[in-house]
């Protein structure tokens, strides 16, 4: 009986997933149906971005180790296809094997180099082998990653830099244990490997987050750009940022204040007016409560 029950729960969250995505798949038709002249490229995001929303919305709702499972398994698809194709394009690149005759040398050589510069880095077993291997080196670095994130982000409630970097290191670890980088010290290596991508990974999340958040001062005018930009005058935005004249001092403008930063008569009329019937919509409302 309860390997019945488990069997028809996970029927139910395959079926509840495939009702999601096709709920999703629905929405995205209704809004192409609005557009009279679909384009054929805008029908197929549509629909891709239907059925995603859908499935996401579907996995947000299911117990952690469901999502993380779910994750874990598509970042390891996406790396395993990055990888095979990073073989595949690597294969040609390799040098040639060295003729028997020379190999002496060749290791004579090659231990003075490993001599003078020691790295755990400079081992080449983590980007030499065919596609498959590679697939399976890059389904690892990247499917730990998409698992530690979902679980971290589901027991913190919240995706930030420390995150991101244990997920990396995590990921970078496991990439150094199977590709067997660093051996005859593969420990050493893993942790060594797990904090370069761990610092790596922090960096990049901070310039993304950097780039990503709007300047401090568009803060201090959202009204301000909605307002300008309901009337045709978003040219001006440049003027009220000029003069600071900020979405605090909106109610407050005049005639002589909109003068000073340069902006002509006609708009002036029409932000103040814009103003004025703003302000009294809101007094309208205040009395009717």
Known sequence: MGGADGGGG?????????????????????TMKKNPNPNPVEQLA?????????????????????EAAVATA???????????????????????????????????????????????LSNRKAFAGGPLVQARNF??????????SCVLRRIRGVEDVQSSMAAAFGSGALF????????????????????AFAIFQGGFFMVGQKFSQPPADDVHYSRTKSMLTSLGLQNYEKNFKKGLLTDHTLSL?????????????????????????????????????
């Open 176 to 195: 150094s244990l199977v590709s067997g980088m660093g051996a005859p010290n593969p420990v050493a290596n893993a942790v060594t490997s797990g904090l």
């Open 46 to 66: 549509a629909r891709v971005r239907g059925m995603e929303g859908g499935f996401r919305a579907w996995l947000a709702r299911q117990p952690m180790p469901v």
């Open 74 to 120: 598509a970042g390891a698809a996406q790396g395993a296809a990055i990888g095979g194709l990073m073989g595949t394009l690597t294969a040609d690149a390799l040098p040639s094997p060295v003729p028997p005759q020379a190999m002496p040398s060749f290791n004579q050589a090659q231990l003075e180099i490993q001599c003078q510069i020691p790295s755990p």
């Open 10 to 30: 996970g029927g139910g969250g395959a079926v509840g997933a495939v009702g999601a995505a096709a709920a999703g798949f629905a929405a995205a038709v209704t």
């Open 139 to 148: 389904a690892v670095m990247t499917g730990v990653n998409a698992g530690i």
């Open 253 to 289: 403008l005049t005639d002589s204040a909109l003068s000073d930063v340069k902006i002509p008569p006609g708009p002036r009329l029409l932000i103040l007016d814009h103003i004025q019937r703003a302000i009294s919509e809101t007094a309208t409302e205040a009395q009717t409560v």
